[in-house]
């Protein structure tokens, strides 16, 4: 069956630390999709990144970068230099190929305090 | 500017009501989910569709029914409100890729979510 796991239910920094999230998943699958939404105060869930199974080269966006490990089937993300506006809490997510059901991590809520 | 809007951002019923929550898109999406939301659970798929008239169960889909009658407007229903329903309910869209015969890597726009309580 898939699995999402974020292990860190919270995490609180000071302004200007990094902090990486942790996302551990599982699939029986050998194609999948990988994806990281974050949920500000609003509500409202905001896509940042969507990588496949076979692409394992790492991304960065600006203060975002993400690493994608198959060999420990990690997809962790990296917040360089954080700032208040990246408090939120941050899903990690699951699909695969073929498939239309999206399996969602329990999140992690980060504070950023200033 | 591409839009999931969902009717009410807050509500209150009481047990034994029947409840809609109701989901409209505007960026003429093909597939249209119902997710709830619980603190430690993340998020959950209840329903899901493909289609106009379409719908597929997904994780968790006792107690709830669902509708699509039209390609924008996509419906969750609580036959019989109970309060192992309050939770924050997200409706998303996506579109199925160009070319392809399946949706699997599009990415889900989401609306703000509907805080429902039930006392």
């Known amino acids: 069956a898939q699995k999402v796991t974020q292990a860190q239910t919270e995490i609180s920094v000071v302004e200007k630390e990094d902090v990486t999230l942790d996302c551990v998943y599982g699939?029986?699958?050998?194609?999948?999709?990988l994806f990281w939404y974050k949920q500000p105060p609003s509500g409202e869930l905001v896509f940042l990144i969507r990588?496949?199974?076979?692409?394992?080269q790492n991304e960065i966006s600006g203060r975002y970068s993400w690493n994608f490990q198959k060999s420990t089937s990690s997809f962790n993300f990296t917040i360089t230099a954080s700032q208040v506006v990246d408090s939120a809490v941050y899903f990690c997510?699951?699909?695969?190929?073929?498939?239309?059901?999206?399996?969602f991590g329990a999140g992690t809520r980060l504070f950023v305090k200033a | 500017d591409v839009k999931v809007t969902q009717s009410s951002r807050y509500l209150v019923k009481r047990t034994g009501e029947k409840v809609f929550l109701e989901c409209v898109q505007d960026?003429?999406?093909?597939?249209m989910f119902w997710y709830r939301q619980d603190p430690g659970l993340g998020l959950r798929l209840i329903y899901f569709?493909?289609?106009?008239?379409?719908?597929e169960k997904g994780d968790i889909p006792e107690g709830y029914s669902v509708s699509r009658e039209k390609k924008e407007r996509f419906s969750l229903i609580l036959e019989s409100a109970s309060t192992n329903q309050t939770s924050m309910y997200l409706c998303?869209?996506?579109?199925?890729?160009?070319?392809?015969?399946?949706?699997?890597?599009?990415?889900?726009?989401f609306g703000s979510g509907t805080q429902l309580s039930v006392l």
């Open positions: 699939t029986r699958d050998t194609t999948y999709y």
């Open positions: 960026m003429d999406h093909e597939n």
């Open positions: 569709s493909y289609d106009v008239k379409m719908k």
């Open positions: 998303a869209s996506s579109r199925p890729l160009a070319g392809a015969a399946s949706s699997s890597n599009e990415k889900l726009f």
């Open positions: 997510a699951l699909r695969n190929t073929g498939g239309f059901k999206t399996i």
């Open positions: 990588r496949n199974s076979f692409d394992e």
